[in-house]
């Protein structure tokens, strides 16, 4: 009969190697979490943009830099996958920060965008946030501050809805709140408007006439019963639709799109 020799390995060695074991193993994903997240900084002040991604590298992210705004606008609607969040420069060459993020959302793109630039005023960080950013930070900042920006973007859930949304012959931009039918504008009141952005928002499936009340009228609204019917069919006339977009599901409500 054959002895297994087992060699004596004391309660406090065995501990120790668990021990770091499990530290090299939370370091080890955190590692891998970290890489797993990519950012682009758009910035053309080059010791600026150095400084971040020192900075972002050192965090933990891959980081790239691109220094003119053609340049980035074309990356990411090539590559519209690639990014987890793009830090923005208002103010580029080629191209301004603004336009470009206009052009993304209108483009679909959903990547989280956060805007720097000096124009620091109210009206400037609306601007920059109906054009479709997530954030906006004035320079100059404290790199914690970006950071905490960052990572509160990073958080948020990935499936967003773009600012454009098309079906067919018809787009609606929701930052605007121009409706297009043919590449022509629609005129829309408010209440059409919410309507046909509710469904558009719900592409294929089944909304009750309750569901689209809910959205567009507050409790205290005393419009008659068949309110929504008469908003759907004025949305159809303005859109030149024969029940073919806006389908009437009996007994229950409405659905756009197949």
């Not at 509160?152 to 930052?175: C, W």
Request: proline share 2%; glycine share 6%; net charge positive.
């Amino acid at each position: 009969m054959n002895l297994i020799l087992i060699p004596k390995v004391s309660l406090l060695n065995l501990k120790i190697k668990i021990k770091i074991d499990t530290y090299l193993h939370e370091d080890f994903t955190r590692l891998v979490y970290y890489k797993s997240m990519k950012i682009l900084i758009v910035e053309d002040n080059k010791k600026l943009a150095d400084n971040l991604k020192q900075g972002l590298s050192q965090e933990g992210y891959a980081v790239d830099v691109i220094e003119e705004g053609l340049a980035a606008e074309r990356r990411i609607l090539i590559n519209r996958d690639e990014y987890d969040l793009v830090v923005l420069d208002r103010m580029l060459p080629g191209k301004d920060g603004v336009a470009i993020c206009t052009s993304w959302r209108e483009n679909g793109i959903v990547v989280p965008i956060l805007m720097l630039t000096a124009l620091g005023t109210m009206e400037d960080k609306v601007f920059g946030l109906d054009a479709g950013a997530d954030d906006y930070l004035a320079k100059p900042f404290a790199f914690k501050e970006l950071l905490a920006r960052i990572h509160a973007l990073l958080r948020r859930p990935k499936q967003t809805f773009p600012d454009v949304l098309n079906l067919g012959d018809i787009s609606i931009n929701t930052t605007s709140r121009i409706v297009t039918y043919k590449n022509k504008i629609v005129s829309l009141t408010l209440k059409e408007f919410m309507v046909l952005e509710y469904l558009m928002r719900n592409i294929g499936k089944v909304v009750t006439r309750d569901e689209l009340y809910s959205h567009a009228w507050d409790f205290a609204d005393s419009s008659f019963s068949n309110t929504v019917d008469v908003h759907i069919k004025n949305l159809r006339k303005k859109i030149h639709d024969n029940s073919k977009i806006i389908q009437t599901i009996r007994g229950v409500g409405y659905k756009i799109g197949s």
